[in-house]
């Protein structure tokens, strides 16, 4: 991801943590994240933990925590959330390629498909993207090869989906 996606979609501390290395892994993610509220109501949102290998477009979620997760937050995309996922694609190759090639194919493969989700292109936008990628662990333990792109507001969660959006 380039420095101007990480600021952008990095404003947020929780959206930090996503932007290092998140993705497709190994390494374990509380069984259940911690509630989640509607900042207008104080009502408590219902959350779903998923797997992160099952992840589809359309679907959105909260924030977690931790550089590497298998499980995230699901969130009903009328509810507030901080993500939403726009696009995936599978990255090829039998080896590994390293965290640079995975972070590079990543990025420019969910900045080509940002103007299409958004109907803007990512320069004029006022919102930001990260990615979920595979780790070496995943890739060589798991086949693991999934990209899934997120879009989010830096400056807060959204309510709704963001596709067709144009701004």
Same mark, same amino acid.
């Given at each position: 991801?380039?420095?101007?996606?990480?600021?952008?979609?990095?404003?947020?501390?929780?959206?930090?943590?996503?932007?290092?290395?998140?993705?497709?892994?190994?390494?374990?993610?509380?069984?259940?994240?911690?509630?989640?509220?509607?900042?207008?109501?104080?009502?408590?949102?219902?959350? &779903?933990? !998923?797997?992160?290998?099952?992840? %589809?477009?359309?679907?959105?979620?909260?924030?977690?925590?931790? $550089? /590497?997760? =298998?499980?995230?937050?699901?969130?009903?995309?009328?509810?507030?959330?901080?993500?939403?996922?726009?696009?995936?694609?599978?990255?090829?190759?039998?080896?590994?390629?390293?965290?640079?090639?995975?972070?590079?194919?990543?990025?420019?493969?969910?900045?080509?498909?940002?103007? &299409?989700? !958004?109907?803007?292109?990512?320069? %004029?936008?006022?919102?930001?993207?990260?990615?979920?990628?595979? $780790? /070496?662990? =995943?890739?060589?333990?798991?086949?693991?090869?999934?990209?899934?792109?997120?879009?989010?507001?830096?400056?807060?969660?959204?309510?709704?989906?963001?596709?067709?959006?144009?701004?």
């Amino acid at each position: 991801m380039t420095t101007s996606a990480i600021t952008r979609i990095g404003v947020a501390a929780t959206t930090a943590t996503l932007a290092l290395l998140l993705g497709g892994c190994t390494a374990l993610f509380p069984s259940s994240a911690p509630p989640a509220t509607d900042s207008q109501t104080g009502e408590e949102i219902t959350q &779903t933990d !998923t797997d992160v290998f099952t992840l %589809s477009v359309g679907q959105c979620l909260n924030d977690t925590s931790g $550089t /590497e997760v =298998s499980e995230v937050p699901i969130v009903d995309c009328t509810d507030e959330h901080d993500f939403e996922v726009y696009e995936d694609f599978e990255l090829t190759g039998d080896e590994f390629p390293g965290d640079d090639q995975v972070d590079s194919e990543a990025d420019a493969g969910c900045l080509a498909a940002f103007d &299409t989700f !958004t109907g803007i292109s990512y320069d %004029s936008s006022v919102y930001g993207y990260t990615y979920f990628t595979p $780790t /070496e662990g =995943s890739w060589t333990d798991g086949g693991d090869r999934l990209v899934s792109c997120l879009i989010g507001d830096p400056n807060g969660k959204t309510v709704g989906s963001l596709a067709g959006v144009a701004k």
